[in-house]
């Protein structure tokens, strides 16, 4: 983690990837309790990591590790590890490297992976991509709920994505180096992945992620998820 320009923690993943000869890092940034994301004009959150309602505390909280464990593997893959009871709204920017530079790519696809609803117990997992143009998960899909919410602007939309109640869940992907690919994956894991696919000009994207619960404690569970631009 760093700090950039503007004083706001951030984690800055150096040249994930390259647009138009330029290198271009990921940076995601907490957006603390009905506070505006940095880059995307009119997107507040209403993030609490399901401990308190405080900007302040919260912020802390995202600091220190406690209400979320975003993470970038090896192997190109991020995975955001949450607490139960939690709810984070993260904003992903891509920039030039080393710079505050926004850049416009001419698309972008977010996958998120591992949707689960352990043991159909208290805890789900749960993901809103916002301002995004649909969502694209497996043909004939019923592991997944999709909710559809118009923003007012024309062509994109909010998307909630949560597990429905199975007899059995998806088994757990791990995609730590040396152990799991996507050739590997099964159907059934297949069906608990979800892409999100975002309109020319995206230089940001605001995601909210869920770990629902009518607990809160120490159990966490994880998604991963993974990028890429046309």
Request: overall charge neutral.
């Amino acid at each position: 983690g760093s700090t950039n320009a503007t004083g706001t923690k951030e984690l800055r993943y150096i040249a994930v990837g390259s647009h138009a000869g330029q290198s271009i890092d990921m940076v995601m940034t907490f957006v603390g309790h009905g506070q505006s994301a940095t880059y995307t004009s009119g997107e507040t959150s209403h993030s609490s990591c399901g401990q308190t309602g405080s900007a302040s505390d919260t912020s802390k909280q995202w600091d220190e590790g406690k209400c979320g464990d975003p993470s970038l593997c090896s192997n190109g893959l991020g995975r955001m590890r949450l607490y139960e009871g939690t709810y984070v709204t993260t904003e992903i920017s891509f920039q030039e490297t080393g710079t505050n530079t926004l850049v416009s790519l001419p698309g972008f696809y977010l996958s998120v992976y591992d949707l689960n609803w352990p043991d159909k117990g208290p805890r789900k997992e749960m993901v809103t991509f916002r301002n995004a143009v649909q969502v694209i998960t497996n043909v004939g899909n019923t592991y997944l709920n999709t909710t559809e919410i118009a923003t007012g602007t024309e062509g994109l939309s909010n998307y909630t994505v949560e597990p429905t109640r199975q007899t059995a869940e998806a088994e757990h992907v791990n995609f730590k180096p040396r152990k799991q690919s996507w050739a590997t994956l099964t159907d059934k894991q297949m069906d608990a992945m979800v892409t999100a696919r975002y309109p020319a000009g995206t230089s940001s994207i605001v995601v909210d992620w869920q770990l629902s619960s009518t607990k809160s404690g120490k159990k966490w569970s994880a998604m991963w998820f993974g990028g890429a631009s046309p």
